[in-house]
């Protein structure tokens, strides 16, 4: 399984209907679920950024079908990276 980290930020539209954040956090939840994945954890936070989703999926392709549907939906934007744990990290760097 693959780690992301989504940062997330409202859109206009989402910022109108921020009452609804929760629903569509665990829809988007779900669509993860469905698609072999795991949301290990979902932040709302201050300033800058509006939020954070950590989550697995199978692969690339799956994490990036994921994103574009819940951008689709027009109330967040995403910055999404690969996230490694500590003992991912420590498998890399002991190869480097």
């Known amino acids: 399984m693959v780690r ?4 997330i930020s409202y859109t206009p539209e989402g910022i ?19 698609a072999g994945g795991t949301v290990e954890s979902a932040f709302w936070t ?10 697995t999926a199978p ?6 079908t994921l994103l574009l549907k819940l ?3 027009g109330c967040v934007r995403t910055r999404t990276m690969r996230a490694f744990n500590a003992t991912e990290f420590a498998h890399i760097v002991g190869g480097a």
């Open 4 to 7: 992301y980290l989504s940062l």
């Open 16 to 34: 109108r209907a921020i009452k609804d954040s929760p629903q569509r956090e665990a829809h988007f939840r779900r669509d993860v679920e469905a």
């Open 46 to 55: 201050l300033g800058e950024i509006d939020g954070a989703i950590v989550f």
């Open 59 to 64: 692969d690339d392709a799956a994490a990036a």
């Open 71 to 73: 951008g689709s939906r």
